[in-house]
């Protein structure tokens, strides 16, 4: 069985910092695609942005929206992915959702929420 679990959501003012955390269960984690999400305010799920991506040879990708801004890690002796999100900005505020793909299936967290606002 595999299930992401996001932690780490917070009201945040513009300009801070915050790290997400992704608990996934599972024996095989060290070999998942892992890949944070986010779906803004009144936004659906066919509208989810992808936010950054750590493959198992440890390959990433960003989007130009948070590049140099965000940063995937993972701890594969935990079973846990990570989201460092450096000088957040009003239009960051989404819930962040992280999944984890193996043998071509995406397994995903419900979510954790991030407001930036002063």
């Known amino acids: 069985q595999v299930q992401p679990v996001e932690s780490g959501g917070d009201l945040v003012q513009p300009g801070g910092s915050l790290r997400l955390s992704c608990l996934v269960s599972?024996?095989?984690?060290?070999?998942?695609?892992v890949t944070w999400y986010r779906q803004p305010p009144g936004k659906g799920r066919a509208e989810r942005e992808l936010?950054?991506?750590?493959?198992?040879?440890?390959?990433?990708y960003y989007p130009n929206s948070v590049r140099g801004r965000f940063t995937i890690s993972r701890d594969n002796a935990k079973n846990m992915a990570y989201l460092q999100m450096n000088n957040l900005k009003p239009d960051d505020t989404a819930l962040y959702l992280c999944?984890?793909?193996?043998?071509?299936?995406?397994?995903w967290g419900q979510g954790t929420q991030v407001t930036v606002s002063s």
């Open positions: 599972g024996s095989n984690f060290r070999r998942y695609t």
């Open positions: 936010v950054a991506e750590l493959t198992s040879r440890g390959d990433t």
């Open positions: 999944a984890a793909r193996w043998q071509g299936i995406d397994y």
